[in-house]
């Protein structure tokens, strides 16, 4: 399986390392990885990671400016794609067609050849422009899944909550990774 994971500068690059992590174990599927310019700052600016250590988690790694790279074209054969964290900007990008970076080109090879695009978009509050795009791609198809916590799993820290949000993008997959915190109806609480 061959997953494309587009990280892009909103805050939230944490998501992208959890699930990165959460995919190791799976030597099955294979991740290709983009990381904007801007998720690279907020990945040192809003967490304790390194970019070695994120970028060691890619099974493939490409440049953002690369559109010569295999994901670039719609004849590499890929499952899907994911942005996690996806930025207002990158959102807009996709939505209007706007492929002036890897990440939002391999976006548009997924729509253009009717494949899994999974986007996490994060702003608060959202604009009418915002949701437009968001409204605009959901209607082709992309599945939008942006980081809300949840709290009935009663998380207890910081990763407990970016956990279930990973766990719940990977669904979208099929890819199903062991969480003990998985709703399992009121009577088990
Ligand atoms: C610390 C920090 C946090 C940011 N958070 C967000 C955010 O949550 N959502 C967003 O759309 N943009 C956010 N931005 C702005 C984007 O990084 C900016 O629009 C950038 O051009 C996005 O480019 P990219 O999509 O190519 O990564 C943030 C910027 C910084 C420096």
Redesign the pocket.
Known sequence: MNIVIGI?????TIYAVKLLEMLQPFKEIHSHVII????K??LE??THYSLEYLESLATFLYD?RDMGAKVSSGSFLTNGMIIV???????A?IANGYSD?L?SRAADVMLKEGRKLVIC????PLSTIHLENMLKLSKMGVAVVPPMPSFYNNPKNIDDVVNHQAMKILDQFGIHVKNDKRWTGLQNQ
């Open positions: 892009s500068g909103a805050t939230g904007s310019n801007w998720a700052k907020n600016v809003e953002n964290p996806c930025s207002m900007k990158t959102l990008a970076s990440i978009p994060r702003e608060t």
